[in-house]
């Protein structure tokens, strides 16, 4: 071991966590096709082979979860015409925190008449962790999309649960050069006692947001209600010649959110459905 005194052990800072990846896609033969991958430190992304439309993209953070310090950038270019579905390989975990705070970044761009369903597995927030993540989407006239993000505020079947800690999460969309979805999401430092709130979540530690920017949205809208019951809400706003859905849906736990989340995800996303890594 390193001496830098006698009697005196050197510990060598902890490693912090750091990835990219980028990937591009385009409409090129009657389907959507890569065109370009780009993938740096613990970013990954593979993608299953299919016979038609969406390309899919799954999403891989190799260090198995994420911690104080660590960075991690996404970002997802869908061209004129193309469509992609997005998700991640499990749920990503965010671990206690023993300086500054985990970072993800989400920067998605999709062209006239594109379309990207955005529909990671949930973020599991552990206790005393302290986590940020930005969503930014920029979509041009014509083009849709499916953006999902769902949290669990602790394990209950592992007997964890998320007291402390700071949470946030920032989205901005915008269509044809128009701000149309802006949400700020903060939770901390005493998460559990305002999530305990009866006018926060009334002591669920499960929780989602799902935004919808499409023409169909209000033909939606009932169902999705249907769906998600009396833990939550949908409404429908017209936007830039468009729609925007925006529902928010909160559980007791993960796997209760999730029994609403995948027939939601189901009617919402239409014939692509489910991401085939999800499951109950």
């Not at 989407?137 to 700071?166: C, I, Q, S």
């Not at 926060?200 to 809208?221: C, D, K, N, Q």
């Not at 559980?251 to 027939?263: H, I, M, T």
């Amino acid at each position: 071991m390193d001496m830098i005194e006698p009697g005196l052990a050197f510990v060598p800072p902890a490693q912090r966590v750091a990835g990219t990846a980028r990937l591009a896609c385009d409409r090129n033969g009657g389907r959507t096709r890569l065109r370009r991958l780009y993938q740096d430190g613990s970013a990954k992304i593979r993608m299953p082979a299919v016979s038609a439309d969406p390309l899919e993209a799954v999403l891989i953070n190799t260090a198995g979860g994420l911690t104080g310090g660590d960075r991690l950038g996404w970002e997802v270019d869908v061209g004129a015409g193309a469509c992609a579905s997005i998700t991640t390989q499990a749920c990503e975990k965010v671990y206690r925190a023993a300086a500054d705070r985990a970072e993800v970044r989400v920067k998605l761009t999709v062209g006239a008449d594109g379309r990207i369903a955005w529909l990671p597995q949930e973020t599991i927030v552990f206790d005393r962790s302290a986590f940020a993540r930005r969503l930014d989407l920029e979509l041009a006239a014509g083009a849709e999309a499916l953006v999902l993000e769902a949290t669990v505020f602790g394990r209950l079947a592992m007997g964890e649960r998320a007291a402390h800690g700071d949470f946030h999460d920032r989205w901005r969309v915008s269509q044809d050069g128009a701000l149309v979805h802006a949400e700020d999401f903060r939770i901390g430092p005493d998460i559990a006692a305002i999530l305990g709130g009866s006018a926060v979540a009334g002591g669920a530690i499960a929780m989602a947001t799902v935004l919808m920017i499409s023409p169909r949205v209000e033909a939606l809208l009932d169902p999705a209600r249907d769906i998600i019951g009396g833990q939550g809400d949908a409404s429908v706003w017209s936007v830039k010649k468009s729609g925007k859905l925006l529902a928010r849906l909160f559980a007791e736990d993960g796997y209760q959110l999730r029994k609403r989340l995948v027939p939601l995800v189901e009617l919402l996303n239409g014939r692509p459905g489910l991401p085939k890594l999800w499951s109950l």
